[in-house]
């Protein structure tokens, strides 16, 4: 819904009040907007136009549930054309055009806002500008690739596109993307104000003798910066980022052109992306996954809500430290215990050196160092567990150890009080015999990072009460965590399943597949990182203890007609460790690596007559038929949850969007048929689950859209 009102002295303000939330730009939103802009430019009375919003933001871009529904090329330009059409009008209408941004714009909504002849922000502190598609998969479809290097030149909107970047009001200000910031109390006078003084505005490009700033396509420079760029795409992605190499494309090619062409351009790279796999893919994981985590929507309703003031943390090793940081950043007073005083205060020491660095690099959250640093008490003390709202236990992950300090801390903590086990893979039941009430007990496995890494993966027992199970949401929205829920288990969802990943490379390794097949295999599909390098990082005798504890009955599918623990065992005897020793399969020569001449020799095997194709479904297709598995059992209760889980906490490859995602793109009986051939070829493990051929048979898929 868009709303026309009027500032006086022939000064029209458009409003835009979409139901729902936020503002987000559909077809008949486009429509709409397009009709008005016709009226408004045809009307004499009409001398200026300032557009703005009802709600707390602006605009955050284009309808992605539409947008994800779209079949062809040909759906996607349907959308966007009525849009692109109205604000080529609105710039050139011969009217100033004011944008009035009181809140964020991002997308399509700063796309709108880049044809405004002027771009004003109210000075709000969360307000964020910029252009993500790229992160979701897509590039701008309404003339942004081609209006903001325009403006500022390519080699400063580059990063903007390229990595989606959304900047504060002061940084949009000195990106020159924003002409101006203003107290929001003066955001619709100063942009009536601007537009009265400037009747004949124009943008800069469509004003005779226009320069592109900076360096042009074609030039030397140019020439050098997009051969730069996609060194660097190809090198970091392989292949897999479209979006990226897309955006490449148009601003090559389109900045060659006058703005008209170039958005032609811009147009039919858009819709080819809107249609594709991987943006539909990356938009349901990444998008609809986070909002829907974010917004807890698997919190218990009838528990009224808690804001946490402080939290214990036992254990100042790397993965305490980083939640006792977090915590603190969020404003909370944190206590953090560790076997000594001089320990605890060691860990500290530690948490004050990186508030230093992200104080220097303008990340710190929450105030300034002393205020943050300043939170935390570091001691061997339990006594503050008796005032704090939350425990996290983050010690070694030795189960004695962890059922030890939690039934300590039950001993000092309030009834009621949640206990938190940060472990990635003991059951959260088995250490829940250490505490006197079961139901307070539950599992957070954050990963490392923690900082940086926004999953929390959080485990509930039979045991576990809503209240534990809400006030440990509350935690994590406190401290702005993505938050997925899953069942108790021997290694929960996300070790159990990446386990798969690191077995299924000890057995490729074992029949003879050379390493360097094995992670190009894996980086060609979309990991950052090979297999084979991430078990060489991990270290071979912590891989070994790690098959070993995830071993269970002895019985599991995962495990049938494996030889990872062999292998790994193996490796350790023969006295490989890894990196960090520079002799894991590779040998290491600083940072230069070689397989190691010993590897057949160690193992027993012969050369693999296994391609590269073979070599990567069978490390994709282990973990979806593990992911299944764990559906099955009820472990993960949503294949999204398990897709964001994928994606987020072991870096499984976005465009594919996650272990069931990946399935759906096969189509269950294509996927099916294949595991069914890998079992007979090389075991069990990859026997089809019946939940997999009911949807074969069905023609089924695990998401509807």
Known sequence: MIRQESLGDGIALLVFDSPGPVNTLGAEDNVEFAALIDRLLADESVKGIVLTSEKRDFLAGGDLDQLRRVETPADAIAIVTPFLKAIRKLETGGKPVVAALNGTALGGGFELALACHRRIAADVPSARFGLPEVTLGLMPGGGGTQRLPRLIGIAAAAPLLLEG??????????????????????????????????????????????????FAPQSAEGRMFFMGSWTRLHKRSAGCDLASEAILQVLHHGLERGLDAGIAIETRYFARLAASADAKAKIRTLFVGTTEAKAMKMRPKDVPPSKPARVSVIGGGVMGRGIAYVSAQAGMQVDLIDVSDDVAAKSRQAIAKSAERDAERGRLRGGSHADVIGRIQASSSYDGIATSDIVVEAVFERPDLKRDVLKKA????????????????????????????????????????VERMPLVEVVRTDAT???????????????????????????????????????ETMNLLAEGVPPQLIDN??????????????????????????????????????????????????????????????NGVYSYDGEVRDPWDGLAACLGTKPSSLDETAVRERLLYVQSLEAIRTLEEGIVARPIDADLAAVLGWGYPAHLGGVFAYVDRIGAAEFARKAQEYADRFGGRFTPPAILLDMARDNRKFHAL
Not at 418 to 447: K, Q, R, V, Y
């Open 410 to 449: 039950a001993a000092v903590a309030r009834p009621g009080t949640p206990i938190a086990s940060n472990t990635s893979s003991i059951p959260i039941s088995e250490l829940a015999s250490a505490i006197p009430d079961a139901s307070c007990m539950i599992g957070l496995h954050f990963f490392s990072p």
């Open 165 to 214: 970047k959304r900047l504060k009001p002061a940084d949009a200000l000195a990106a020159r993307i924003i002409d101006e910031v203003v107290p929001p109390d003066e955001l619709r006078a100063a942009a009536k104000a601007w537009a009265l003084a400037n009747p004949g505005a124009a943008q800069p490009w469509d004003v005779k003798g226009y320069k592109l700033p900076g």
């Open 465 to 503: 009460s809503d209240q534990t199970l809400a006030r440990a949401l509350d935690f994590l929205k406190a401290i702005d965590k993505t938050p997925v829920v899953v069942r108790d288990g021997l290694g929960f969802f996300t070790s159990r399943v990446v386990t798969t990943y690191s077995s």
């Open 521 to 582: 295999a894996a980086i060609n599909a979309g990991f950052a990182l090979g297999p084979v390098s991430l078990c060489d990082m991990v270290t071979m005798p912590l891989l070994k203890d790690i098959f070993a504890s995830m071993r269970g009955d002895g019985h599991r599918i995962a495990d049938q007609g494996s030889v990872a623990r062999e292998t790994v065992g193996k490796l350790v005897d023969a006295g490989r460790v890894g990196k960090v020793q520079g």
